[in-house]
């Protein structure tokens, strides 16, 4: 007889949420630091993946945010970017995952001589490696960072148009939400949509419901990352709803970083998809929280109680909201549905 977690385990996944600096293994750190004579703490991988992950008393997003760090200092070349990209790919492919989109900020990477445009074009190949070998669409997101200069910024948004439709699907904003507010971005996210960029901005995380409606009303946002503070103003929730805004939500992360007080009791995934709001969910970074698109999935089952059925909506939801060419997300869509049918899953079963 096949129980839940067959079914979640056998379900086709999408991960619409994850970032390319959060989702580097131990092995290919030190692969990375020996190739490029850099010390590491430790040269074995049980031993260096403490530095790497999140601690299980992690305070709030902003110490959460200090394990990126550690990693940056060796994702400066092509090499680097192209080899975590296509490896980001492979983790989420042996994990179920039918699709995938990898954010990174191109200017965290130029420390070393790179431009934005050299990191982008790097992690674009490690993806269309990714895709070849897994048979996956994968597409790339560009981060804007919220502690970085309006000028950086607007550059950072020039050099995905470059990019856009070859590799790079959208562009975001991301950073601690809770020191930089979204309100402070207008200017740039004027650019990117006169550029013709979709936009999906990390808000309701670290700050509360008025960063969602920002985002949503003045910086154009067609995604939500995260979101999970809408719940504390109605007319938020109701905005999300008669939008149709997809919340990318990550519920490790979210728990990790305390966004919810009350943790998995208190989590609104399960309410906010009952309240009709457009839901997904996702894994932020599997090394720093120590999770896999299928581990997420299992534990929409195991903490909140969803049921199989449920889950799949959720995956539907992602196939519809992904950023892909029409063409390929027709595709995406027939595919997702093809194996959710064959699990007995499919919408009208």
Same mark, same amino acid.
């Given at each position: ?32 630091? !020996? ?126 148009? !470059? ?145 199989? !059925? ?8 992602? /196939? ?25 899953? /499919?919408?009208?079963?």
């Amino acid at each position: 007889m096949t129980g839940p977690h067959d079914l979640i385990a056998a379900m086709p996944k999408i991960d619409l949420h994850l970032h390319l600096d959060g989702c580097v293994r131990p092995e290919t750190l030190i692969r990375l630091a !020996r190739e490029r004579k850099r010390p590491l703490p430790e040269t074995a991988p049980e031993r260096l993946l403490p530095w790497m992950r999140v601690a299980p008393d992690n305070a709030n997003l902003t110490e959460y945010l200090t394990k990126f760090d550690f990693v940056l200092p060796h994702l400066q070349d092509r090499e680097a970017l192209e080899i975590v990209a296509f490896e980001c790919v492979k983790q989420s492919a042996d994990s179920g995952a039918v699709h995938v989109e990898v954010r990174f900020a191109p200017m965290l990477h130029t420390r070393e001589g790179l431009t934005a445009d050299d990191a982008i074009r790097a992690v674009i190949a490690g993806l269309r490696r990714g895709e070849a070998e897994c048979g996956i669409p994968a597409r790339a997101i560009v981060i804007c960072m919220r502690h970085h200069d309006e000028a950086t910024n607007l550059r950072t948004v020039e050099a995905a148009a !470059r990019f856009a439709g070859r590799g790079v699907a959208a562009v975001d904003l991301a950073g601690d939400e809770s020191r930089w507010p979204t309100s402070a971005f207008r200017r740039v996210f004027e650019a990117a949509a006169a550029l013709g960029l979709q936009a999906t901005i990390h808000a309701g995380e670290a700050d509360g419901p008025e960063s969602i409606r920002e985002a949503v009303e003045r910086l154009g946002a067609v995604r939500i990352g995260h979101g999970v503070r809408a719940q504390e103003d109605p007319y938020v929730t109701a905005l999300l709803k008669e939008r149709r805004i997809p919340l990318e939500m990550c519920p490790t992360s979210n728990i990790q970083t305390r966004a919810v007080p009350g943790g998995w009791d208190a989590y609104p995934l399960r309410r906010y998809a009952a309240d009709g709001l457009v839901v997904t969910a996702n894994t932020d970074n599997p090394t720093v929280s120590g999770t896999t698109i299928a581990d997420e999935y299992r534990l929409l089952h195991d903490k909140l109680g969803m049921t199989p !059925r449920e889950i799949a909506a959720l995956v539907l939801n992602a /196939a519809d909201a992904a950023f892909l060419e029409p063409e390929a997300k027709t595709a995406l869509k027939a595919r997702v549905r093809s194996g959710l049918a064959a699990l007995g899953l /499919a919408a009208d079963q």
